[in-house]
């Protein structure tokens, strides 16, 4: 290996672990938010659902598509949701193309006799997916406040009183809630899931909400106000994750979000890798697709402070940290051999502390995040470095998935809206197998993923020859993420 691609090779992954630091300090100041953050949700104005004048229409809208194994499920827990009902109203927004359209209808029916006032409304195409489905019942809408959840989500019935009161400031664009998920401990996948998303629902955005940055509408288990959705410029399109677009589209003409920790709504997590797998393509790819969209608009925007700024750019980045972590791993080989073959650039190697550093950062911000939905006992603490480390793991295993992800959305490369396959899986006695919307076609990138679970087996090996073992550690979580997200992919087929 020559010196100068030496130093192309170095300068590359000394870049790539800056931007990683400084995504870990910027979460490292979430955790201090979040920590002292004061609960002020009872001293924000609130409606007094008690007095009829006061509680305003609501429309609940349900995306759909293709959802027989959940839509009973969902119809059965929203009919429980308690609001007067002459100001509540449920749109079914079915872009449905299965044999579940038949018994979505029928159990409407059955619902619309019972005295709910509950639509069903199907397009004649699929348009806009998601974004087009909720712009086009927006239309019809009766609500002044416009509450959305996906086929997996069973809000409590006590939901809406909890949450349409924040609505009487009049600057509150949006309310959101936690996820919770009702099958975190049906296996390892599944665990790891609630681990990532719980860190997102307490940290990150209480840590922004707190302090007035930029937080994202989750795409469900939260509610708008009608106006501040026209005033964005409705939904669109354009992006995977029409969510964050929109959020930011709100925020960035003075909207406030409010985000309640305190009220979880319970939803399930995939349970096959094939589904996580669409699920992480579509949310990475549509986070690198926002900051291509929305970016220059929050850096030069006149009515946010720098603080802000700077959050709602990592933000935006967020999903772009795997492609920095997937350059991190792939050089780390050849970084390990040049740090043999040229003594005299030993010194060059301190960066390597940068990522030492910033896992560590990441380590105490999840704690806080893990401890204050599971407890913090001694049991929990050691429950909980096991978790880190095998979340940590297996998102070095998604890295490559991911990263394909981040670069199709940053070029611009446009793909269809997949949706991810809902199974009702509520306890480990149940089962996915059968179900008919997973894909039977096995992802091109396993066989890369293969090929890396071996490369990164020679990463260990070569700690012997050269006697440094400092980059093992590291080597050793790729080997087992990388022969994990294939494996698993190899035998959780339907």
Partial sequence: MGLAIAYIIIAIYSFALLLIFFYSLAQLNLLVNYLGYKKRNEEAPKFN??????????????????????????????????????????QVLDDSTDDSVNETARRIEELQKAGLDIQHIRRENRQGFKAGALKEGLEIAKGDFIAIFDADFLPEA?????????????????????????????????????????????????GRNSKGHFINFNGTAGIWRKECIFDAGNWEGDTLTEDLDLSYRAQLKNWKFKYLEDVETPAELPVVISAARSQQFRWNKGGAENFRKTVWSVITAKNIPFKTKFHGVMHLLNSSMFLCVFIVALLSIPMLYIKNTYGHLGWVFEVTSFFILSTIILFVCYWFTYKSIQGSSFDNFVDYIKLFFTFFSVALGFSLHNTVAV?????????????????????????????????????????????????????????????????????????????FVFFKSITSKA
């Fill in 49 to 90: 659902l008690l007095d009829p004048k006061e509680i305003p229409f609501v429309t609940i809208q349900l995306p759909i598509y293709n959802e027989e194994y959940v839509m009973e499920r969902l119809l059965d827990n929203i009919a429980k949701i308690e609001y007067p009902k002459s100001k509540l109203e449920i």
């Fill in 158 to 206: 006590d939901w809406l009183k909890k949450t349409v009161p924040y609505f009487k400031d009049e600057e509150i664009g949006v309310v959101q809630t936690r996820w919770g998920h009702i099958n975190r401990d049906y296996s390892t996948l599944t665990r790891i899931q609630a681990f990532a998303l719980d860190a997102h629902f307490t940290l990150e955005q209480v």
């Fill in 407 to 483: 670069l199709e959305g940053h070029l611009g490369k446009r793909s269809e809206f997949v949706r991810t396959p809902k199974f009702n899986i509520n306890s480990i006695k149940d089962t996915w197998k059968g179900n008919k919307y997973l894909t039977t076609k096995l992802s091109p990138n396993m066989i890369l993923e293969f090929a890396l679970m071996i490369y990164f087996l020679f990463g260990m090996y070569s700690a012997i020859p050269l006697n440094d073992y400092g980059l093992f550690p590291f080597h050793l979580m790729l080997f087992l993420g990388f022969g």
